[in-house]
């Protein structure tokens, strides 16, 4: 596997920085040694992952005939493929994210609409409970459902770079995270995208961006989001001139790949590469540093992985896995990563 398709990442960043501590160092870390719980996983580029109380649930965005593919915990064992790929009803053409609430819920970007399954009676032929097809008019490009109709919604169409939307009325609730709103120009939140997670109970919300290293870490009470935490791992460059604001598109890329939630632990998995390596989609664009961050956005520890991680999953139990591509053998694998 020579290359790989990622998201390309754009801007540099110089100056080391973690919620405004100017003292953290970056030099002391941790070598993670990854447990292989999936030896091979044949998915040309895998997508977003959950875990339910006994599987893996891994988005396909490329297979041609199913969605989903589905693991055992336990052994490691392919279990089954699920929901089949098109534009019918309770299809997926084209699923971006998946995530756990109530129901197992994906977001298929290319139909702009969210698909439920029973979480109740996983199988091969997973039971539809609900689909919503969202408003003609905006278009979204991540989306989490949460208590009843209401979205956390990454779209471009929407102040923000995080949106809290109604979708019985399509209302914009309010703007969860947006770290450049004192600035006029609006220019670079267009150009930011990110990952939202919930934690596995749902009563937290982390956001990373992934072209630049900001993230945001919030509680969630009855619908409502306070952040804990935000800032910037380490400080872009940026140009500000009165009111405007934008960043300078030079060397190095900074951003997150993929973010987890653990209790107590917000996970940045950090896409430290350089932008030659991610416009030619090397294998040096699949990231192997991980920060750990308690709930008040300080630094606990940094580590180097054996492996370079693609995503990032946790479960109700306190256990982190990833994705990796292994060099040896040039195979995705599923794996734990012991923190």
Known sequence: MKKIRIIPLLSIFM????????????????VLETIVIVDDL??????????????????????????????????????????????GPHELAAPSTIHYYENINVFDVAAQKI????????????????????????YVEKLLLYDNMKALVFSQDMQG?????????????????????????????????????????SNFLAFAAYNTPYYSLQKTEIGNFTELASGFIKEPRYDVTSD??????????????????????????????????????????????IYEL??????????????????????KNGKLYGIALDQQDDKFKIVELPV
């Open 42 to 87: 044949p998915v040309r580029v895998p997508g977003d992952f959950i875990l339910t109380d006994s599987c893996f649930v891994v988005i396909n965005p490329f297979g041609s005939d199913y969605a989903l593919k589905v693991y055992s915990i336990s052994t490691g064992e392919f279990l089954f493929d699920a929901v089949k790929k098109g534009n």
């Open 161 to 201: 770079l995080v949106s809290a939307l109604d979708l019985n009325s399509y209302e914009n609730l309010s703007v969860v995270a947006n770290p450049f709103s004192k600035y006029d120009n609006s220019e670079i939140a267009h150009q930011l995208n990110g990952t939202i997670k919930f934690d596995p109970g």
């Open 244 to 289: 405007n604001f934008r960043w300078i598109k030079e060397v190095t890329p900074n951003g997150f790949m993929d973010i987890a939630l653990l209790p107590g632990r917000l996970f940045l998995l950090h896409a430290d590469i350089s932008l030659q390596d991610a416009e030619n989609r090397s294998i040096e664009a699949i990231p192997d540093i």
């Open 294 to 315: 308690d709930f008040k956005g300080r630094l606990v520890t940094h580590y180097t992985l054996d492996r370079r991680v693609l995503r990032l999953a946790s479960d």
């Open 15 to 30: 100056l080391l920085s973690c919620s405004n501590d100017k003292s953290l160092s970056f030099e002391n870390y941790i």
């Open 115 to 138: 698909v439920s399954y029973d979480i109740g009676r996983f199988n091969q032929n997973l039971i539809h409970r609900e689909e919503i097809n969202l408003a003609s008019d905006l």
